[in-house]
């Protein structure tokens, strides 16, 4: 397998980049400092998760940028409904993907900048 399958992999189950066994988050929201496995840090500096925004931001805008055109040309869903579910999504789906936004940044980040251990 190669090294970005097995980091995408990782990141998807949400376990540390660098041993593949560590949780990735110790609650709903809260990343430990520290892989309780390995060691390795997860955040490398302060704002280090900030790039995650732009993943969770990103596929959330995508995801509605190509569905709503679709539901309302072809007018499988009345307009009004079409609005309130497209809201609900656009507020629901960001918090549901956090978790996998932040997991995919960090293995972003260890595919490009690997640090040191990597099993």
């Known amino acids: 397998m ?11 189950l949400l376990r ?4 593949g066994k560590g949780k990735l988050f110790s609650g709903i929201f809260r990343v430990p ?4 496995r390995c060691g390795a840090p997860y955040a490398r500096e302060a704002g280090f998760f900030l790039g995650s925004i ?5 596929l959330t805008s ?3 940028a190509v569905v709503y055109p679709i539901l309302m040309f072809n007018k499988w869903v009345p307009e009004p409904h079409l609005t309130i579910v497209s809201l609900a999504f656009v507020v629901i789906f960001p918090l549901l993907f956090f978790r996998h936004a932040r997991s995919l940044w960090i293995g972003f980040d260890q595919w490009y900048d690997p640090r040191e251990g990597e099993v």
């Open 62 to 64: 995508l995801i509605a």
């Open 54 to 58: 732009y993943i969770n931001y990103g």
């Open 33 to 36: 400092e520290k892989c309780p």
């Open 16 to 19: 540390c980049p660098v041993c």
């Open 2 to 12: 190669s090294r970005f399958l097995k980091l995408a992999l990782r990141a998807l």
